[in-house]
Structure formats: C-alpha cells, structure tokens
C-alpha cells in the first residue's frame, strides 16, 4: 500500500496514461469524447448509418463491469460523437437487465416496418445463461423497450453479429450467429 501522497501521484499517473482524441479527429489508441468532454461509453458497439448519420450504441463501463446500460451516440463523420444517453437502461423490473447482469455487444437494424431492432448477449455474471435478448424502438437512439432473451433454436448464444440484406427490396434483417462452445469443440450456428 503506499503512502497517502504517492497514492495521489499515482493515481494521477494512472489518469495521464489514457490520451484522448482531438474532437472530429480519428486517432488510432486514443478514446472518443463526447460533446460535453466524456469518454464515449462504446465498449463492444455496434455501428449503423441511418441517413446522414452514424448511430454507434455500446455497453456503459463508467461504473466497472457492472451492466449500466447500452449507450447511444451519433456523429456525421465517425469522428465527432454526440451523447443521446442509455438507449436501453438498468431496469430493476426486467431480471435481464438489473445490475450485476452481463448485456453486452448491442447491436441494431431497422426492419421492413422502420422499426429499429437492437439485438444482446445477456448473461449471468458466470456466462451460465448464453441468450441473445432483443429490444425495439422507433428511433435509433431509443428508448428502447426491452422484449426477451431466449437461446436461438435451442444453441448457446454468446458472439452474436447481425446482417442486413436487400431482397428484392425491402430490407430484410436478422441475427446471425450464435456460439456453441462444450469442453472439446466450438462451433457457429447461422439463422
């Protein structure tokens, strides 16, 4: 343990350690900021362009590990964020998304309806669940409103990507994969 001054000089060390990217600059290392000067909650994200903006929702690590929310960004050049707040926030009435949660990766399409679906991988704090949750909203940026989670087709659900495709037209949107992973093998399913 140090000494209560080092402790202080060493935290500051710590603090100087993380740079941070000139606001409408892309610099590779260093941490997007948001119009009001915070670290861009993005862990894990999600990148969508929906007309003549990029919407990017991440997981909320402000706190630590602790599930504390999906995060919502925009920006016009990939370079310049703009905070919309939690897309889909801790609920305590939702078992899915209470604190201590794992609700990760988020990522969202729009449907054919113009509906905006976001798509999680919700855990327990030990990874025992494996389930892809979904949520929907009729903005890009929420709120969204939290429906289920379950495992596709019965499979373990982890690494979850998504896709859109044009089929004929409109578009059409769906998850993509889920993980299978036992003691001797790991495998990937495609829905």
């Known amino acids: 343990m140090l000494p209560g001054g080092l402790a202080i000089v ?3 060390e710590m603090a100087s350690m993380h740079s941070y990217a000139k606001r409408g600059k892309i610099s590779p290392g260093k941490l997007f900021l948001d119009q009001n000067g915070e670290v861009a909650q993005l ?8 007309g003549d903006r990029f ?3 991440g997981e909320d690590k ?8 999906v995060a ?4 016009p050049d990939l370079a310049s964020w703009t905070s919309h707040g939690h897309a889909l926030a801790v609920c305590p009435d939702i078992p899915d998304l209470l604190p201590g949660r794992v609700v990760e990766r ?17 855990d327990a704090e030990d990874y025992s669940d494996a389930r892809v949750g979904w949520a929907i909203a009729e903005r890009p940026e929420g709120p969204y409103r939290y429906l289920r989670s379950e495992r596709p087709l ?15 037209s409109p578009m059409t949107t769906a998850p993509a994969t889920s993980s299978v ?4 093998t790991s495998s990937t399913y495609t829905y």
């Open 43 to 50: 862990h894990g994200v999600g990148i969508q362009r929906f």
């Open 55 to 57: 919407f990017a929702w």
């Open 10 to 12: 060493a935290l500051r």
């Open 181 to 184: 992973r036992t003691a001797t």
């Open 154 to 168: 019965g499979n373990l659900s982890r690494d979850i990507g998504v896709f859109a495709t044009l089929v004929s």
């Open 72 to 75: 919502c960004y925009s920006s």
């Open 106 to 122: 988020p990522k969202v399409l729009r449907n054919p309806a113009g509906i905006y679906v976001m798509f999680l991988h919700v």
């Open 62 to 69: 402000s706190n630590g590990g602790s599930f504390g929310g």
